[in-house]
């Protein structure tokens, strides 16, 4: 906005075509389906090479795609893990509930019990994951009067992506092969070949522990709701944690942001309303 540039190229559904998402464990499966549990290991060590995933990510995986580790126990796994640590006792009760994991198996299901890779990436094209993100990417650029454009979503790509480019995707252990090996020789192999997603991100090491210092008092605060939700003691400690700036990674950033976002919606913050213009 700041350059007067109109129009954006945004690679969105490249992920969702060409299996960005690091779907090892449908790949997993399918291995080991066709080839035994022999294959499936060989394969399992060949991908933990190039994904950056640990072993026990990827075993985990694996299980819980092919029925051996039920969605409930796996979902119990978030107490111990991620953001779900610093939620309040009753709502990680309710998180790892079963009740809980059939509404996510039930909302998930049709990429949960994918049998393919390509039936894996045609879900999350058509029922799960690309409606979403295109949502929010048209309300983002909108609200900077941008125009974002997506060509990877041209019906023809979509098309070929789904016809002839299907033992193309998931190759020799790396993602989105075809579109490296398309690239190959046209950009540096440190971007062509990278392992790790990387994108314009939001810079949360430079703007969490700043929002953190302003709401710090008030998320103590015994009136506030914050507490029917979050473990404001564990919550407050890793606010101190970032704070201190040693040892922090990405992860405690967004864990504190997500809390920090929670508030925001639980004080009516993210809504606000202007009598003349209603609510905007």
Known sequence: QRQDTP??????????????????????????????????????????????????????????????????????????????????????????????????????????????LEDSLRSMVSDFNLGRLLHWEDRNSMAFSREARVPFTDFRLVEHAFRNAVDFKLKEGWTKWVLRKAISGLVPDEICWRKDKVGFETPEHELVPEVYRDREERLMDRTSRIGEFCDVGRLHKLGRFVLSGKGVSLRHYRNLWRMLCLQSWIDGELFQVDENQGES
């Not at 559904?13 to 290991?41: H, K, N, S």
């Not at 060989?42 to 640990?54: D, E, I, W």
Request: charged share 25%; aromatic share 10%.
């Open 7 to 116: 129009v954006l190229l945004d690679g969105q559904a490249a992920d969702e075509l060409y299996g960005g998402y690091r779907p090892f464990a449908v790949l997993l499966r399918q291995t080991i389906d066709r080839e035994g549990y022999a294959a499936g290991m060989r394969a399992l060590q060949t991908m933990r090479k190039t994904s950056g995933f640990g072993l026990s990510d990827l075993i985990i995986k694996s299980l819980k795609s092919r029925g051996i580790l039920s969605v409930d126990k796996a979902r119990g796994f978030g107490g111990k893990c991620g953001y779900y640590r610093y939620l309040s006792p009753r709502l990680l009760d309710a998180v790892n509930s079963k009740e809980y994991a059939d509404y996510m198996e039930r909302r998930f299901q049709n990429v949960i019990h994918c049998r393919s």
